[in-house]
């Protein structure tokens, strides 16, 4: 079956301009999940929803981020006025909501450079 | 805060040889997973522990749980330059369990 997709692969992007990263997660996952991987180091947790429940934003760095997911499915990162410090690699990850199963299922990530 | 802390954060052996990468914290998890990332990849699981003591073999990989459930290790035995990768521990907390609370990272390069 597919995995978890992410595009575009790479996006060079200058200071100060929007983007839009995009995920479609497993079918029949409910849970969707954004991190933050700076220098090939741990994941910085950004966003998180479930269902049709309100998102878990906690880990949002600025207001310059948001994210939604339409239809429990398919998911957008928006990043405005971009800053150098944004460069890293966006990694989205989905999995099943079920007791013992929260094993999750990465995407191959957007890499993100800001010039 | 990194509730999560790895180590060693770099790791250059020889094959054949045998490793140990640790993870540990000073919060209590209710599960913990490794996962192994490759270069333009995303992490893949390796394994979930969820009993603190557990012990889990996968070939000639073995993961432990800490008895508290604070800290846990991965041991490689015979490294083959196919185990390159991140490995990353994650660990769950009971009140927001479908959360993952990522480590710091290990850089694993087995040499051939």
């Known amino acids: 079956g597919a995995g978890v997709s992410q595009s575009p692969s790479n996006k060079v992007t200058e200071k100060g301009k929007d983007v839009e990263l995009r995920c479609d997660p497993i079918s029949g996952h409910t849970a969707l999940y954004w991190y933050r991987q700076s220098l090939g180091q741990g994941l910085e947790f950004l966003i998180y929803?479930?269902?049709?429940?309100?998102?878990?934003k906690s880990g949002l760095p600025s207001d310059r981020f948001s994210a939604e997911r339409t239809g429990g499915s398919v998911s957008t990162l928006t990043i405005q006025r971009t800053q150098q410090e944004d460069s890293a690699v966006y990694l989205c990850?989905?999995?099943?909501?079920?007791?013992?199963?929260?094993?999750?299922?990465f995407g191959p990530g957007t890499r993100l450079t800001v010039t | 805060t990194q509730l999560l802390e790895q180590s060693p954060q770099f790791l250059s052996i020889q094959e054949g040889e045998n490793l140990t990468v640790y993870c540990n914290s000073s919060s209590v998890f209710s599960s913990l997973q490794w996962y192994r990332q490759e270069p333009g990849e995303g992490p893949v699981l390796l394994v979930t522990?969820?009993?603190?003591?557990e012990v889990k073999k996968l070939k000639r990989l073995t993961f432990q749980f800490g008895d508290a459930r604070k800290d846990s290790s991965l041991h490689i035995t015979a490294a083959q330059p196919g185990d390159t990768g991140l490995y990353l521990c994650?660990?769950?907390?009971?009140?927001?369990?479908?959360?993952?609370?990522f480590g710091t990272g290990t850089r694993l390069t087995v040499i051939p």
């Open positions: 994650a660990g769950a907390r009971r009140s927001r369990a479908n959360n993952l609370f």
């Open positions: 522990v969820v009993t603190g003591g």
């Open positions: 929803f479930q269902g049709n429940s309100a998102p878990d």
């Open positions: 990850a989905s999995s099943r909501n079920r007791p013992g199963a929260y094993e999750q299922y």
